[in-house]
């Protein structure tokens, strides 16, 4: 089968040949239908200080396959061949990190670990709900909290930041969004963005009692920590990159509360697949072709993506 494999910081992934794999007892083996792009991959790239995260190379990444069963593995009941399926971005563990991941025409996955794909979601959406959906969907509910009135304020409206957000504005907050790209407002405001700046330093008035960090790139979240009101929470999802430098005297003053958030679990992505059947949550998607993930992830790191970038397998 064709694969996209990663060998080390500073190469970028190559088309190759790949064993196909087989489902070992407990798992299924699926033909991906679609599989979505993360900024991560961008990172395990170009930053050396990704390389943890990746025990044994070379390896397939992507971390975010939507497809259909075709062989179940011994011991396997609760699933049939021809069942569609998603896997929640962080679980089953290591998918494309510490296993081989959703960059191919074929993987395989736990099958405890895996979301049953409603009849009027198409695979592209479900491909994009297991990392954008999912990862969003534990930010603002499970991790945030975020409850009906709150102020919440929204850094970032790529591909998760534009989910956050419409979760967000279901859950009944008050919404904003900072997002330095102008082109992706209208994206932020069709989610039910109230307002939407630059910089989030241009909130300062709004008295925010969340601010969901989607960038992750130091400035957003030390920004982030001065326009929180007293007692507010930062919720930290973006890892633009893997360091900040925040006022600590205003995070003590206020009395604020930091939290990480990743990953997702079966419940979250189950929430986003309801969501996409009930047509309250309709992200905004680029499809490319499966032969071309080296140059969209190009596109990602470049800032030349609208919405989420999904590759569609035939």
């Known amino acids: ?3 996209w494999q990663f060998t080390d910081t500073g190469n970028p992934l190559e088309l190759v040949e790949w064993p196909d794999p087989e489902p070992a007892p407990g798992e299924v ?65 290591g998918l494309g990190y510490s296993r081989d991941g959703a960059y191919a025409e074929r993987m395989v996955a736990p099958a405890g670990h895996l979301v049953r794909i409603p009849d009027n979601v198409g695979f592209a959406e479900a491909a994009a709900g297991t990392d954008a959906g ?27 930041g534009q989910i956050g957000l419409r979760i967000a504005h279901l859950a009944g907050a008050e919404v904003y969004a900072a997002e330095i790209n102008r082109e992706v407002w209208s994206i932020a405001e069709a989610a039910g963005a109230r307002r ?22 130091g400035s957003t979240t030390a920004g982030a920590i001065e326009v929180l009101k007293p007692g507010g929470r930062l919720v930290q999802v973006g890892m633009g990159t893997l360091e900040a430098t925040i006022n600590t ?20 992505l189950t929430a986003v697949y309801d969501l996409y059947a009930q047509g309250l949550l309709r992200p905004v ?14 596109r990602l790191k470049n800032g030349d993506v609208r919405g989420r970038l999904v590759a569609v397998l035939p």
Not at 135 to 158: K, N
């Open 196 to 217: 939407v700046v630059a910089d989030i330093i241009d909130l300062a008035d709004v008295g925010l009692d969340v601010v969901i960090d989607f960038a992750g790139f």
């Open 285 to 298: 998607l680029s499809s490319i072709d499966f032969s071309e993930i080296g140059t969209g992830l190009e």
């Open 29 to 93: 083996l699926i033909d991906i239908k679609a599989s979505g792009l993360c900024h991560s991959d961008v990172s395990a790239i170009d930053d050396p200080a990704w390389l943890g995260y990746f025990p044994r190379r070379p390896i397939v990444l992507g971390h975010e396959p939507a497809g259909v069963i075709t062989k179940l593995g011994d011991g396997v009941t609760d699933w049939m061949v021809g069942d569609r399926v998603g896997a929640p971005s962080g679980d089953p563990p």
């Open 249 to 268: 005297g205003a995070l003590i003053v206020k009395q604020l509360k930091v939290l990480g958030s990743q990953g997702g679990g079966i419940d979250n």
């Open 1 to 3: 089968m064709r694969a």
């Open 134 to 160: 999912n990862v969003s969907h534990r930010a603002v509910v499970t991790v945030g909290r975020v409850t009906a009135g709150e102020r919440v304020a929204i850094v970032g409206v790529g591909g998760l």
